[in-house]
């Protein structure tokens, strides 16, 4: 795990410079920013679809300026996105499952990160302090095709869904279906993750440094999954003839299929 130390040893002197530098700033377009997350959150959240909430965030977003600090900064602002939990509470009555608000911002900064990425046409680094919110994200770094996202603390579902090229660094732990229909990419995963890790991946690579849950793999069809820790069962009862070509790794061994 060479390029995990190399990562890990940047990180530490960008995490110093950046959290000061944060913590300091109060900008014109943070403010905009958090306004234009809130306004996605009342037309999105009753969307049905995560993707289609990715979408709506996409049109949100395309015409404005910002950059990759800026995303950095709006994790800070973590107190303003606690409301989401209130307009659906109200919606979904006493039961609701505080927290679930709060986590749709992982695919706000998504969507933020990808129109950056397409914009600019050029290989960008972005900072994620997710132990800023009270809640897990989820859909992290969906559709990531070349970002470079290092994400301080743990995250939620479906880190890195469809992700086609970049990199994604995860100095925490991850809940289920880390890399999720990837198709290539890297996602290097410093803690535990949950069940289903590489569920239906097409290509790329996840490391986990750590231990993994059940269900390792589920109709992979191509990739690499490498484990240092612990493993739970590997997939095999929803395997189809096409998804074969996968390679999982414990602990530098390949593991073999339990392929009927």
Known sequence: MNLTKTIRSEYTTLEESTHQKVKRKESYTIKNLVNLAQEWFCLSHNAGSYFTMYQQALEKIKKFSYTNEDITEL?????????YDSLLEKQRGPTFDRGT???????????????????????????????????????????????????????????GRQMEGGTIIVYGNT???????????EI?????????????????????????????????????????????????????????????????????????
Request: glycine content about 14%; overall charge neutral.
């Open 101 to 159: 608000g709060e986590r749709y911002i992982g695919i706000f900064l998504s969507a933020l990160i990808f129109a950056d990425q397409e914009q600019t046409k050029t290989k960008k680094e972005y900072i994620i302090f997710t132990e800023e919110f009270q809640t897990k994200l989820f859909q992290l770094g969906m559709r990531n095709t070349r970002a470079h996202i290092i994400i301080q603390g743990n995250v939620g579902d479906s880190l």
């Open 188 to 260: 290097v995963i410093q803690g535990n993750t949950g069940a289903l890790l590489g569920c239906e991946m097409k290509g790329g690579s996840i490391h986990l440094e750590k231990n993994a849950g059940n269900s390792i793999g589920n109709s992979m069809s191509g990739g690499k999954i490498f484990i240092n820790g612990n493993i739970g069962e590997i997939a095999s009862t929803q395997y189809l003839p096409e998804t074969k070509k996968g390679e999982i790794y414990h602990k530098g061994e390949k593991v073999k299929l339990p392929f009927p």
């Open 175 to 185: 809940e289920d279906n880390a890399g999720k229909e990837m198709t290539n990419g």
């Open 75 to 83: 994790c800070f602002h973590a107190e303003d996105f606690k409301k």
